[in-house]
Each structure stands twice: as structure tokens, then as C-alpha cells.
């Protein structure tokens, strides 16, 4: 048996939960938009061909704020061609994932989609193909009440009050090689700077995140955010990491710990924003955006749906492309990945989890079919109903194993909020052990255990094994069941099963 203690106490904490950690990602990518939140003639379509079934799944889900429309999308898009009447709207080749884009859905489309999603918008521009002048032609036409060209073409299209989008990306991984309009970091840095400029002369009240690394295992990682900071440092408020997680090999354990990459990723653009900062003498904080995270199996060469190997295929509207279904494992690995954002909290203010539908999605849809909850789901639907208040430092005594990519790490992986006006703790368990249950201990300071804790846990079903995920025809075989948790001496008790993931709420007062 694993054991593991964990002490919280109420006065040591990292900061509020910044809602925005729980974000998602709609791209113009395969089947994200078309097929998956909009696709008119589904039997669940409202009369603006948005999918109520999938909208269902999203509320239960939680996102706060969704990222669009890319991606490496957006590096090729005129976001002028997805507004007015659509049967005006252009067919273009959409470079990035070699399709056809019909532009049926575009602007006004996905800020109608988000109001009724109860998320608000986090708009990429176009940093790749266009400019300074596309960028605040758009601001002008998204956020200005009227009066001017753009705002009035915003208001014949239909939209009278403007859609007051606050929080913009500066491009997308435009340290790429892959990215339409490929940049070096001066030249990026130099454009997002003078973009940023421009953007804030239409609103001042924009935020704006600038381009990091597309990963951190960029060659350029770390000169790269030191250059482009160097020049957005007073333009922009963010910056973002991008990083998604797979198994190697059979190398289950490595990857179960792949949050300890995470957290390490973290420390270091943190140190970087803040070098970048020291050598400007500024008083201001550049904060993290983890605007793209998660499971992908990127597969070799065997697959062709993988976006090196998109370009062999004829150009299609909407393909399937990378519609991972995730397992048991892959949903306590996106777990403690939200473990990590969450311990990170004071300065990872944003964070999205890439995509929200079909493509590496933890919802899935069928056209004309069915909408489900992958595995993945639960972890964060729960985390971003329960994480409220303020996030509580944890001190973990886990027992250890021993990993090929990160030596020895901690087998059970924890973060915990208090929120003080509801009385609650929150805390989100991972057993990264894939053999044995895992005794975990929690002792509170500074707040007692009252009566009524419940738990859930995620774990390999009955007759399952690791590898077991949700289908179509099997939508519920991998979900969230109760889990015993008892409160003695002031102290928490429970036990993981082998591989799980588990929340505890924890009613509270004052010690
Ligand atoms: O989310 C899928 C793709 O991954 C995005 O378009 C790109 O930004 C990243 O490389």
C-alpha cells in the first residue's frame, strides 16, 4: 500500500483561483466547429445551428473563457471572410490544416455560440499573414459602439451593441517552423509590440497575450520569451506556453508524471518574464497564459490524420482529424495537470484546454449523432466547479516510484482551494501508482473538519483495465463514483484505488 500525508493550512496560500484557469479551445480544425458545436439540421440544432446537446455538455463542463478561432488556423485567416450574409462569405484554402473553409460559421457566429455558453471570448488574431491593420480594424469592429466604419459594418451585420471582447492573443506559435508566417523572435517581437500598440489605441482596456514558445522543447525556448518580452514587456499583459502530454513506448509511468514537466515549464517562463522585467526596471508583472494544454498522441507515421501527414490528403471541409479517445490513464494525467496550474495559480492567470470538441477534445460528437463525455471530462468539469476561493500550498510526504523521464516523483499528486464563504475545502488527488491503492492522510491547521465530506473518484472500471475510454456505444463506461473519506481527529482519511483520480469536498470552520 502507497501512503501519503498532506498538510494544508488556511494562512499558506498561493492566491485566488483565477477563474480563467479553466478554459478551452474552439479551432477551425477538423471537426471542432462543424459537426461539433455548430452543425444546423442535427436534431438537438437551435435556429442558429448551434448543437444544444453539445451546449448541455459544456455547461456541465464549466469552461470560463474559450480561445478562437486558432490555433495554427488563425495564422492564415482574414477574419473579415466570416462576417455579413454567409452566402456572401468565400470558400478559401485553409493552409494550415489543408481544408476547405466555408466560412458558414465566423465572428458573430462564435460570440453568439459563447453567450450562450456562458464563456467569454479570448480572440486570437492573425499575426502570421496580416498585421497592425487587421488586427485593429477588427478591435474597432468587435468593440466600438458605432459611428465609424468598422463598428457600423459590425452593426449592419446584425450586432448593434459591441461584443466588448477584454482578452486577445498576439498570434499563435509563432516560433514554429509549421506556422503560416514563420517569424524569428525580433521579428514577431517587434510586430506584436507595434499590433499591441495599435490594438490598445482603439481600447484601452484590451489584455493581451504575447507569443512564447509552441513547447519547451523549442531549440529557441527561453530566447525566445526573453527577446519577445523584451520588446512587448509595457504592450502586453500575458504570455503564453502551449504543451501537450503522451505516452512513450509503454512508458505509462513517466507519463503519468508528466506534470512535473508542467510545473517546471512554469518556473522557468515565470523567471524569464521576471529577468526580462529586472533588466527593464519595471514594476510590472508579466503573468503566464498555459493558452493550449493536454493529451495528444501525436502517432507516428502510421496515421493519417496527424498534421504533418494532413497535407497528403485531398482538400476536405471538416475532416476528422486527431480525434484522440482518451482512457483512464490520459484522464488522471489531465488531473495533475490541472493540479499543476492550480498550485500555479498567482501567475498562470489563464489557461485553456486544447480543444473543446472532437479534436483532442474531452467532448466528442457524431454528425447527426450523439454527443458524449470522454474520461478526461470529469477531471475537469469537477475541478472547475469545485477549485473556488483561495489556493491553499500543500505539503506532500508521498511515498515515491521511480520514473525514466523524471526519476523518483511522488506517487500521489494533490492541490486544494478553501473556499471561505461556503465553507469548503476542496481537494483534487491523483495516484499515479498503477498497482497499488495509495492510504492518504490529510491534516488541516487553521480550519476543522466539520461532518458531511464526500468524495468522487475516477478509476478503471469493473472488467476494464487501464486503457478503457468512453465510445459512442458506451458513452458512460468510464465516469466519476463515490469514494469513502472519513474525518477522525480533525484529520482526513481515504484511499485511492490503484490509478485514480479523486475530488474530496470538505465542509470547514474556522480553527
Ligand atoms: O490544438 C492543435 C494545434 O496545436 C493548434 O492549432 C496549434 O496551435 C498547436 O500546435
Redesign the pocket.
Known amino acids: 500500500m502507497t501512503r501519503a500525508r498532506i498538510v494544508i493550512d488556511r494562512d499558506f496560500t498561493v492566491g485566488e483561483v483565477p477563474r480563467r484557469l479553466f478554459g478551452s479551445?474552439v479551432?477551425h480544425?477538423g471537426r471542432c466547429v462543424y459537426t461539433g458545436i455548430y452543425e444546423p439540421g442535427h436534431p438537438s440544432a437551435d435556429a442558429d445551428g448551434l448543437r444544444t446537446d453539445v451546449l448541455e455538455l459544456v455547461a456541465e463542463m464549466g469552461p470560463t473563457v474559450v480561445r478562437y478561432p486558432?490555433?495554427?488556423?488563425?495564422s492564415g485567416y482574414r477574419w473579415t471572410d466570416g462576417i455579413g450574409p454567409v452566402e456572401d462569405r468565400p470558400r478559401r484554402l485553409d493552409g494550415?490544416?489543408h481544408t476547405v473553409e466555408s466560412n458558414r460559421f465566423g465572428l458573430h457566429e462564435f460570440v453568439g455560440w459563447a453567450r450562450k455558453a456562458g464563456v467569454e471570448v479570448m480572440e486570437a488574431i492573425n499575426l502570421g499573414t496580416a498585421g497592425v491593420e487587421e488586427a485593429r480594424a477588427l478591435v474597432e469592429y468587435a468593440n466600438h459602439p458605432g459611428g465609424t466604419y468598422w463598428s457600423d459594418l459590425r452593426r449592419a451585420n446584425g450586432a448593434e451593441e459591441p461584443f466588448d471582447i477584454r482578452l486577445w492573443c498576439l498570434g499563435?506559435?509563432m516560433d514554429?517552423p509549421?506556422?503560416i508566417g514563420h517569424k524569428t523572435a525580433s521579428e514577431y517581437g517587434r510586430l506584436a509590440q507595434e499590433t499591441a500598440k495599435a490594438m490598445r489605441l482603439v481600447d484601452p482596456r484590451l489584455e493581451l497575450v504575447a507569443c512564447g514558445s509552441?513547447?519547451s522543447g523549442m531549440p529557441t525556448f527561453g530566447a525566445w520569451e526573453e527577446t519577445v518580452l523584451s520588446h512587448t514587456y509595457e504592450e502586453v499583459d500575458f504570455i503564453s506556453l502551449?504543451a501537450?502530454y503522451q505516452e512513450h513506448d509503454g512508458d505509462a509511468a513517466s507519463f503519468l508524471a508528466s506534470s512535473v514537466d508542467t510545473d517546471h515549464f512554469i518556473s522557468r517562463v515565470a523567471a524569464t518574464a521576471d529577468a526580462v522585467g529586472a533588466k527593464l526596471k519595471s514594476k510590472k508583472q508579466i503573468n503566464l497564459s498555459f493558452d493550449?494544454w493536454?493529451v495528444?498522441y501525436q502517432r507516428g507515421l502510421d496515421s493519417e490524420d496527424q498534421?504533418h501527414r494532413i497535407a497528403e490528403q485531398p482538400w476536405r471541409e471538416h475532416p476528422r482529424v486527431?480525434e484522440d479517445t482518451y482512457n483512464v490513464t490520459d484522464a488522471v494525467v489531465v488531473g495533475t495537470l490541472l493540479n499543476s496550474l492550480l498550485r500555479h495559480g498567482d501567475r498562470v492567470q489563464i489557461a485553456n484546454q486544447?480543444?473543446l470538441v472532437n479534436?483532442?477534445a474531452p467532448i466528442r460528437s457524431e454528425p447527426g449523432g450523439p454527443a458524449w463525455r470522454q474520461s478526461s471530462f470529469h477531471p475537469f468539469a469537477r475541478t472547475a466547479a469545485l477549485a473556488k476561493g483561495q489556493i491553499l500550498q500543500t505539503r506532500v510526504s508521498s511515498d515515491k516510484h521511480p520514473t525514466a523521464r523524471f526519476g523518483d516523483v511522488d506517487t500521489v499528486d494533490v492541490s486544494a482551494t478553501w473556499d471561505e464563504e461556503n465553507g469548503r475545502v476542496a481537494l483534487f488527488l491523483a495516484n499515479r501508482g498503477l498497482d497499488e491503492a495509495a492510504e492518504v492522510e490529510v491534516e488541516l491547521r487553521g480550519l476543522v473538519a466539520g461532518t458531511g465530506a464526500t468524495a468522487e473518484v475516477l478509476t478503471t472500471p469493473e472488467g476494464g483495465d487501464r486503457f478503457t475510454a468512453n465510445t459512442a456505444e458506451d458513452p458512460a463506461r468510464v465516469g466519476l463514483t463515490d469514494l469513502a473519506v472519513g474525518v477522525e481527529d480533525g484529520r482526513v482519511r481515504l484511499t485511492l484505488p490503484a490509478l485514480s483520480w479523486a475530488c474530496v469536498q470538505l465542509p470547514v470552520s474556522l480553527g
Open positions: 479551445f479551432e480544425m486558432g490555433g495554427n488556423f488563425v494550415a490544416w499563435n506559435e514554429g509549421w506556422q509552441s513547447n502551449h501537450y493550449e493536454n495528444w498534421p486527431i486544447a480543444q479534436v483532442i
